[in-house]
């Protein structure tokens, strides 16, 4: 294809079909006012010389959202095989629809996306003349014209109702993330701030497909009052323990809450087939990996047992370094010893501590304790090699990617689950009809009964495959989220 491209006469790309905003898309990247050969022949700062160039040319709301737009629609921008039509062709052009652009066209426009790119959301958000631009973002998620005679709250709560009427089982409310890192105040709890990156990365997702209420149809009630939105949902149960899900190497004693909590779950939730440890081996992950039951072919057991010793181990060598070493030398005869250096008291539950034993087993070092807490990557150096393997890296990655900014939880009935780090106690979950995860709510006093919070997405072992729906007689009411 190399040959192809550097021999041919022309080069012609076909972007794709027309849209209505084309003519204004080619209009608004073609008016940056920057020569492109100066651009070529500048090598002393290239980014000053755009930087100049972008800020002395004034672009509107519409002109900006239908740049960024085009830029980031047509395929063909996000693919890195078309690079070497760009480089080899002696001559491009670019169709779109039978609109003719020229590549200096493009190349502004991309120039323009990647400025723009480098400025924060949330910092523009914090000049009042900039309201302008949140308000055209969430109008054109709408596929509307920015109404500037709306807040932006208004606008975006507007767009929050859309999202989850197009949205898969209420996916849409796990984009409102930890609000307190919001930029745009005085949301309604329901609402995202279209500010920050809505990450899928970010949600609580499973290779097995959550359906925890989805085989019932997904209802949403607007409201005169634009900060509320009326759903359909079922109080399942209400949380009474929490502990932090995730901390880091310089605070290992935290496995102690967990333990404590884990050690607390009754057996009973746990299906015929599934033990205690399987539980928290899952939960710490959020079953993002296939069950094993599933596919037998996929358990990576043996990572999580090496993780739960390190984690415990840690703990114990920053709390009493002979009980640690002593631990790590003979694990079975010492391992109450080491538990109670941590402050651990209570019985731990046998497949609990058959997996930390058979962590034991595959940590028979300090070191190698100390590199596999921290999750270090096996044959970044080859002194590591002995001590990881790639299961237990990988179970490290993701429950650091999942739990970090949440909380683990034992509710009333006995299940545990993991939830944003402001759940806390007395908060509600809730089953929304038509949901593929289960939510947390807080009500507050002086509201009426069904007057909620809304407080995140949850995982709730042992219903997050419909399970709830198979045993329980789910009575659906009205609730008002504000």
């Not at 491209?5 to 204004?24: F, I, N, P, R």
């Not at 631990?327 to 250096?341: G, K, Q, V, Y």
């Amino acid at each position: 294809m190399a040959r192809i491209y550097s021999q041919a006469e022309a080069v012609t790309v076909w972007l794709g079909k027309e849209e209505a905003d084309t003519a204004l898309a080619i209009q608004s990247m073609s008016k940056l006012a920057l020569d492109i050969g100066e651009l070529i022949d500048h090598n002393s700062d290239f980014y000053e010389l755009f930087k100049k160039s972008y800020s002395n040319t004034h672009y509107t709301d519409a002109e900006l959202v239908v740049s960024i737009d085009f830029m980031t629609t047509y395929q063909w921008f996000s693919r890195v095989w078309t690079v070497q039509e760009m480089c080899l062709a002696g001559r491009i052009e670019f169709l779109c629809g039978k609109r003719k652009i020229d590549i200096e066209t493009i190349l502004k426009g991309s120039l323009v996306t990647f400025m723009y790119s480098l400025s924060s959301a949330r910092a523009r958000l914090h000049d009042t003349q900039e309201l302008e631009w949140a308000r055209s973002f969430a109008a054109n998620l709408l596929g509307e014209l920015a109404d500037y005679a709306k807040s932006v709250q208004r606008v975006f709560s507007d767009a929050a109702v859309h999202a989850l009427g197009e949205a898969r089982g209420l996916e849409s409310l796990s984009d409102v993330g930890d609000r307190t890192t919001n930029a745009t105040p005085d949301l309604p709890s329901w609402v995202p701030d279209y500010t920050r990156e809505l990450s899928p990365r970010r949600r609580i997702r499973s290779a097995n497909e959550f359906c925890a209420v989805s085989k019932y149809q997904t209802i949403v009630y607007t409201t005169p009052e634009p900060s509320i939105v009326v759903l359909l949902g079922c109080h399942f149960d209400t949380i009474t323990r929490v502990c932090d899900a995730f901390w880091g190497p310089e605070d290992p004693n935290k496995v102690l809450n967990l333990l404590r909590l884990v050690s607390d779950v009754q057996t009973r939730i746990l299906s015929p087939d599934e033990t205690l440890s399987m539980l928290l081996e899952r939960t710490l992950v959020a079953d993002t990996r296939e069950n094993p039951e599933r596919n037998p072919a996929n358990d990576r057991s043996s990572g999580f047992q090496r993780w739960l010793f390190s984690q415990v181990c840690s703990a114990v060598l920053g709390q009493d370094h002979g009980a640690g070493t002593a631990f790590i030398r003979d694990p079975e005869s010492n391992l109450e010893s080491a538990l109670r250096s941590i402050g651990f008291t209570g019985y731990l539950e046998d497949t609990l501590r058959e997996s930390l034993l058979k962590g034991a087993r595959l940590c028979e070092s300090e070191e190698a304790v100390k590199l596999a807490a921290r999750g270090r990557q096996p044959m970044v150096e080859q002194v590591y090699a002995s001590f990881m393997d790639t299961q237990t890296y990988e179970y490290y990655n993701d429950w650091q990617a999942l739990c970090q900014h949440r909380k683990l939880f034992l509710t009333q009935r006995g299940y545990v689950g993991l939830g944003l780090s402001r759940v806390q106690v007395e908060d509600r979950i809730y089953l929304l009809q038509g949901g593929i995860v289960p939510h947390v709510f807080r009500h507050q006093p002086k509201d009426g009964e069904d007057v909620l919070d809304f407080e995140g997405e949850a995982y709730v072992h042992g219903i997050m495959y419909g399970e709830a729906t198979k045993s329980d007689d789910l009575q659906f009411r009205k609730i008002t989220v504000y």
